[in-house]
């Protein structure tokens, strides 16, 4: 695939799709052209289309739209890569075949640098205001349809932004500043372009700090899918290391990690890794759980990963509880409770202890780890984790109309009739408390129906009842059998009973967010400079290290009824 693109344009969505009008433009439009036009558009190469006719080609498909889209009747022949973020959308054009995700990565990676030097969040009033800076990243980062540049770092060194100071003194001569005319200055420049230029494209050139710290983010995003006994059927935590380098000169540092039971057997554990370009993947494939690097100035993405939960707990032997799963809370869902068996009940409980006191991700690295005046640990850290933000989502079929009693033990709950599901929040100073059992008790309301209108019959001759002339004539006065009481209300019970089986939840999923646990057990051993390989650090000095774990479920753990 030697495809190129050929063309990135950039709408508001509040100007080509208002939500009181339909999304596709017809010719009769009574909105002016200019409405109409992208809010940016760039071309690298080639007579791609254009703004104005993309667009309405593009919206012609339903929606949800796919990230890549084929148009065969546009002229010529054109594939159109889409992106939406922040209100905007970024198409990428391309008459030729080229690598779907290679596109795809490329306006991420516009998303990025547009926030790094526009600032997040990127509204369309910043690209409006900066198109100097725009068009110069778009450049850069792409070349006659051909990726090159997309590093922040690197770009800042050929990215120019001029300032209030410079917009104030640009005409004025100072010291050490090189003049813009003569010719004594056109023999200096490739030597100035070639000191300025950066080794490594994805580190500034000549970065100083006067406080040196280093930062690692671990954070674990957790998908849990339990049985209605609590057995786990799956379980996967997505992981993520942000690391945030603050040091002069040209770090060379070494992150080491490791598992529940040591390093030994990090390999097998840590699943599907990916890894920043400035990671050396030789020393990872030699040494498994070291990260050595030379990294970026500024918070970047180290690394990523994904880690199996079941075989910690012998989970595909079959035999296993939810417990064995170490998640801060258990949740279990009774439902066709109460005499009519229109009740059901949410049972919440909350785990203490999540972590281990002493470990050694909470010492030296824990920021903010250290034990507070009253000797006490500090909540957040692996010593002391601290559950915050829990809230169950209870979806609930289309038929129920309204909840008539809602009785949470603990927190509030209420009931949206729109996307028909119950929301129980426990807020963090309750989950603190003594009590670590809560629960949670609804009535379910079902659609109306006039039991009156069923029973009566508006002809009188008795249409809607069935008879059987199969019987005998009666010769002689008989005593006519009456059904007991009893029997018509247990029937009345069952019939009540099975239409509200219809009506209860199927599901329940939490969301939390635990800082200072890990649900795979990973930890940061050390992070550690290299003296010897580093350089511009200076002489005795040592920067400050810090580590932090977050542990977020957004809907993640869902329990089946």
């Known amino acids: 695939m030697n495809g190129v693109i050929e063309a990135v344009h950039v709408y508001d969505d509040n100007r080509y799709a208002p939500r009181t009008a339909h999304p596709i433009w017809l010719d009769s439009d009574p909105r002016p052209p200019a409405r109409r036009n992208a809010l940016l558009s760039h071309t690298y190469t080639g007579r791609p289309l254009s703004a104005a006719h993309l667009l309405p080609l593009y919206l012609e498909h339903p929606t949800p739209r796919p990230n890549l889209i084929y148009l065969p009747n546009a ?106 005319s003569g010719n004594s200055s056109i023999p200096n420049a490739p030597s100035l372009m070639a000191s300025n230029t950066p080794a490594l494209p994805w580190r500034r050139a000549n970065v100083r700090h006067t406080s040196n710290e280093m930062y690692a983010d671990v954070v674990e995003t957790l998908s849990v899918t339990l049985a209605p006994s609590g057995r786990p059927l799956a379980a996967f935590a997505n992981g993520t290391i942000a690391f945030t380098a603050k040091v002069s000169g040209v770090p060379d540092i070494t992150l080491s990690l490791s598992g529940p039971s040591g390093r030994h057997n990090l390999a097998g554990i840590v699943e599907l890794p990916v890894f920043h370009p400035c990671v050396r993947l030789n020393r990872w494939k030699e040494r498994p759980g070291e990260l050595s690097f030379i990294p970026p100035d500024g918070r970047f993405i180290l ?112 009931f949206n009739p729109g996307e028909r599901a119950l929301e129980w929040q426990v807020p963090a100073k309750e989950l603190s408390g003594p009590t670590s059992h809560f629960g949670l008790r609804c009535t379910v309301v079902g659609p109306l129906v006039d039991e009156e209108e069923q029973e009566f019959d508006p002809s009188g001759f008795g249409f809607g009842n069935e008879y059987s002339y199969s019987g005998p004539y009666q010769s002689s006065p008989s005593v006519k059998a009456k059904p007991r009481k009893d029997d018509e209300g247990d029937e009345q019970d069952s019939k009540r009973v099975a239409q509200n089986k219809i009506l209860m939840p199927s599901s329940a999923s939490v969301s939390f967010a635990v800082k200072g646990w890990l649900a795979s057990g990973l930890k940061v051993d050390s992070i550690a400079i290299d003296t010897r390989k580093s350089r511009g650090l200076g002489e005795g000095v040592k920067p400050y290290k810090g580590v932090k774990y977050l542990t977020v479920s957004k809907d993640g753990v869902e329990i089946r009824c």
Not at 157 to 179: A, D, N, Q
Not at 338 to 357: A, C, H, M, W
Not at 378 to 402: E, M, Q, S, Y
Request: hydrophobic share 40%.
């Open 75 to 180: 002229s010529p022949p054109t594939l159109v890569f889409s992106l939406s973020h922040a209100n905007l959308l970024f198409l990428a054009t391309s008459s030729t075949e080229i690598e779907p995700l290679l596109v795809l990565e490329f306006l991420h990676r516009i998303v990025d640098a547009l926030e790094d030097f526009l600032g997040a969040p990127l509204l369309a009033v910043k690209i409006e205001n900066n198109y100097d800076i725009v068009a110069q990243l778009l450049t850069e980062m792409c070349d006659a349809g051909t990726i090159s540049t997309t590093e922040p770092n690197a770009l800042r060194e050929v990215v120019e932004i001029e300032g209030w100071v410079g917009k104030l003194l640009g005409s004025i001569t100072l010291p050490g500043k090189t003049p813009l």
């Open 303 to 414: 690394a990523g990963y994904e880690v199996d939960l079941l075989p910690f707990t012998s989970g595909k032997s079959g035999s296993l509880s939810a417990n064995n799963l170490k998640l801060p809370v258990n949740l279990e869902m009774k439902t066709g409770l109460g005499p009519g068996g229109s009740e059901f009940e949410v049972r919440l409980q909350v785990n203490k202890i999540f972590g281990t006191p002493g470990s050694s991700s909470g010492g030296q690295l824990g920021r903010g780890s250290n034990s507070g005046r009253l000797g006490g640990p500090h909540p957040g850290t692996p010593a002391a984790p601290l559950l915050d933000d829990l809230k169950i989502t209870i979806p609930l079929p289309d038929d129920v109309r309204n909840l008539s009693d809602i009785r949470p033990s603990r927190g509030d709950a209420s």
